[in-house]
């Protein structure tokens, strides 16, 4: 049974919901159309990988470009920049990857936390103290930047995209109202993911 997450969650805002894997894929057929030629080399590294945490790794970049699949920034991007920032584990397949016919060109890079991250179109937050995420939240909050945190890291309130692992699979959490102040533009189909439920028992 899938359920929306927040009522647990001590430092995530009302507006974050819940959705698992297996009912985010069905719905991203679309962003994965889009990603399709960005994920094929990724995939078949996938299917080759010998252990549990690369074959998550995987899963996690296939769940971060398809969010990136759903959102539009207020100037169009033909090159979506991805900055890792902080101790990231799950992040071995987050890579550069060329342009589709119907999607973006990825650009991947290390990102100090106390940096600017003004050349970032998406951070991607690992581990952090807790006074650099803060600093780096100053810095997105309100901006035109997806924020995604990997799993197993805090979801602090600001952060646009919370991804968890979740009975071994990768769902997300969403934060509306990051978003709304974002100025970024995010398919409807992706919202109503995170608002979807299982089936009751």
């Known amino acids: 049974m899938l359920s929306t997450s927040c009522h647990r969650q001590r430092t995530a805002p009302p507006a974050l919901f819940t959705a698992r894997l297996a009912a985010v894929l069905p719905a991203l057929l679309?962003?994965?159309?889009?990603a399709c030629s960005l994920l094929a080399p990724r995939a078949a590294w996938a299917q080759g990988a010998a252990t549990p945490e690369a074959k998550r790794s995987a899963d996690v970049a296939q769940v971060l470009f398809g969010i990136i699949s759903y959102v539009r920034w207020p100037v169009n991007r033909?090159?979506?920049?991805?900055?890792?920032?902080?101790?990231?584990?799950?992040?071995?397949?987050?890579?550069?990857?060329?342009?589709?016919?119907?999607?973006?060109?990825i650009r991947v890079k290390i990102q100090s936390a106390l940096g600017p991250v003004s050349e970032c179109?998406?951070?991607y937050m690992g581990h952090l103290p807790d006074s650099e995420r803060e600093q780096l939240?100053?810095?997105?909050?309100?901006?035109?930047?997806?924020s995604v945190s990997e799993p197993g890291t805090a979801c602090p309130v600001?952060?646009?995209?919370?991804?968890?692992?979740?009975?071994?699979?990768?769902?997300?959490?969403?934060?509306?109202?990051?978003?709304?102040?974002?100025?970024?533009?995010?398919?409807?189909?992706?919202?109503?993911?995170?608002?979807?439920?299982?089936?009751?028992?």
């Not at 990231?88 to 060109?105: M, Y």
């Open 30 to 34: 679309f962003a994965a159309l889009l």
């Open 158 to 201: 600001g952060t646009m995209f919370c991804l968890r692992l979740l009975d071994a699979q990768i769902g997300f959490d969403v934060n509306l109202d990051a978003i709304a102040r974002s100025g970024l533009r995010v398919h409807p189909n992706a919202l109503q993911i995170a608002r979807r439920k299982g089936p009751q028992p």
């Open 121 to 123: 179109d998406v951070v």
């Open 78 to 105: 033909p090159e979506v920049r991805v900055c890792k920032v902080g101790a990231t584990r799950l992040d071995a397949a987050i890579v550069d990857t060329p342009a589709s016919s119907a999607g973006q060109r």
């Open 137 to 146: 939240l100053a810095q997105v909050i309100g901006k035109p930047i997806l």
